[in-house]
């Protein structure tokens, strides 16, 4: 669906107008094992001892702190193209104010 890519999508809205079917969903662990497969890349990276159990002790039983640093990494990728975004906005801003300021001297300087 191209429409999720836009900036203007609303994921909740969406999803509230068009819930998923419960009798077409696959929940045994092989539908599980497989869309985790297809879904995510297995890779090896290296990470502090410090950092990793942080992220250890904010999970129950140190189960799942895979998926909370895959979250949180989202999460900050997402976060980057928010900066981005207000960077340009400030510049394009700041470009305004320039601009208006230069014509307001130029019309109160005398001549």
């Known amino acids: 669906m191209s429409t999720i890519n836009a900036p203007e999508f609303d ?21 599980r094992h497989q ?4 879904s995510k890349g297995r890779i090896t990276i290296w990470i502090d001892h410090e950092v990793l159990e942080q992220f250890k ?19 900050w990728l997402a976060a980057q193209g928010v900066k981005e975004l207000v960077r340009e906005a400030l510049q394009e801003m700041t470009a305004q104010v320039v601009s208006a300021l230069s014509k307001a001297s130029a019309f109160s300087a005398p001549k």
């Open 11 to 31: 994921y909740q809205t969406y999803m509230k107008e068009n819930p998923p079917d419960l009798s077409k969903l696959q929940r045994d662990s092989a539908t």
């Open 35 to 38: 869309r985790r497969e297809t």
């Open 57 to 75: 002790q904010l999970v129950p039983d140190g189960q799942g702190y895979q998926s909370l640093i895959n979250q949180a990494l989202r999460e």
